[in-house]
């Protein structure tokens, strides 16, 4: 039971069709008072039927599992439960599937063999409107190319130019996966304000997510 004026911790469902893996996961989340696993799963299925009865705040999801993998629950989730987090949890080789989830909507990508830590970040980020990178993924994106399948790199330094300089501070914040309420206490604006940078921001750059609006952050960054 949560006392008065605390919040509630994060509401999330689980799913991996390793159960060691799924157990780690699940270990590590539980570590932080901050977030509740309230269901798992080992498929697809489970984790949308997951979602129907817990109405998370994030969920995480293998990109492979049985007969219905990540990106089709991804692409369930969004025809069904909309802007709902989902997070993607992947491993090095699995290039194609983290381009593809990009185009589903994933509000993220975390690396199984990555910093514990990470995993708790991309929670937090996830509930928050961030979008978040494990920047091991974040690099190997930019190193083969596979961020230029959205939009090619000149073209988002293009882009990019075309926004206001405040525009093109929020977009750099969003680029290193801060959330709006960050990005307001950095830039020291209301959190309504940002809100309005973001919408047009994504408008635009011709970004549908943050995740797209990110890598064209990562993309204008890259010295020409």
Same mark, same amino acid.
């Given at each position: ?20 893996? $799924? ?29 129907? *009865? ?16 990540? &990106? ?5 989730? $969004? $025809? ?6 989902? &997070? ?5 080789? /699995?290039?194609?599937?983290? *381009?593809?989830?990009? $185009? &589903? ?5 975390? &690396? ?23 920047? *091991? ?31 093109? /501070? ?19 604006? *209301? ?34």
């Amino acid at each position: 039971m949560n006392m008065p004026g605390t919040t509630p911790p994060l509401r999330v469902v689980l799913a991996d069709d390793e159960p060691l893996v $799924r157990a780690g996961l699940a270990g590590i989340l539980e570590t932080d008072d901050g977030v509740r696993v309230v269901a798992q799963g080992s498929s697809g299925e489970e984790a949308l039927a997951a979602v129907r *009865a817990h109405r998370p705040d994030v969920v995480l999801l293998d990109v492979r599992m049985g007969t219905m993998g990540g &990106l089709e629950t991804l692409a369930e989730i $969004r $025809r069904t439960a909309g802007s709902l987090p989902c &997070l993607i949890v992947t491993t090095f080789g /699995e290039d194609g599937y983290v *381009a593809e989830a990009i $185009r &589903l909507g994933a509000d993220g990508f975390v &690396l199984k063999s990555g910093d514990p830590r990470e995993l708790l970040l991309a929670v937090h980020a996830a509930a928050s409107g961030a979008a978040y990178f494990s920047p *091991a993924v974040s690099r190997r994106l930019l190193q083969t190319g596979l961020g230029t399948r959205f939009i090619a790199e000149q073209e988002a330094k293009q882009r990019f130019e075309r926004l206001t300089q405040r525009e093109q /501070e929020v977009l750099t914040l969003i680029g290193d996966g801060l959330s709006n309420p960050e990005i307001a206490a950095r830039l020291h604006l *209301a959190e309504g304000t940002v809100k309005v940078h973001v919408t047009s921001i994504l408008r635009t750059t011709g970004a549908r997510n943050r995740v797209e609006a990110a890598l064209i952050a990562a993309h204008a960054r890259t010295p020409s």
